[in-house]
């Protein structure tokens, strides 16, 4: 989705038009925070801008996926990473599902801002967790998650 909101002056002109020239930063493109403050607590905004994205985030995916089959040597396994994988319906696309999650209140301390408003149109981690093939809770060292990592990636690395 960044590389949208970069590179498609589509996705561009209709988020200026739509959220106003205030969500552009000096430098003329789209302040990724200032697009959150706009739309996190105005809900029609949102689903605006997730309607305006999705299709194009899943149509670059299976241009991605696409390119990859096509190679001489195609990678085993491929990974991609869907923050509203439930929540959109795309679970079925995936052959398997990580999730990696953490307590709200380590999240927000990673993420150095207050995720209330965001996170309520999620499904809960719970229920995610019971969806998912492979499950970690993130908090840990760095080290502890690539070892989750690489243990996935064997399971599904085919020998």
């Known amino acids: 989705m960044h590389h949208l909101l970069r590179t498609d002056p589509e996705v561009k002109d209709a988020m200026a038009e739509r959220l106003g020239e205030g969500i552009l930063g000096a430098d003329g493109e789209i302040d990724r925070s200032r697009v959150a403050e706009r739309v996190f607590d105005d809900r029609e905004s949102l689903a605006w801008l997730e309607a305006l994205l999705h299709p194009r985030v899943s149509a670059e995916y299976l241009r991605w996926r696409e390119q990859l089959a096509q190679l001489p040597n195609p990678p085993a396994v491929s990974v991609t990473e869907v923050p509203l994988l ?22 927000e301390a990673r993420a150095g801002v207050p995720l209330a408003g965001r996170s309520d149109r999620l499904l809960p981690d719970r229920e995610k967790v019971e969806r998912a093939d492979f499950v970690y809770v993130n908090t840990g060292t760095l080290e502890e998650l690539d070892a989750f990592i690489a243990g996935v990636m064997e399971q599904l690395t085919p020998i």
Do not use: C, M, N, S
């Open 86 to 107: 439930y929540e959109v319906g795309a679970q079925d696309r995936f052959d398997k599902v990580v999730v990696i999650t953490a307590p709200t209140k380590l999240r």
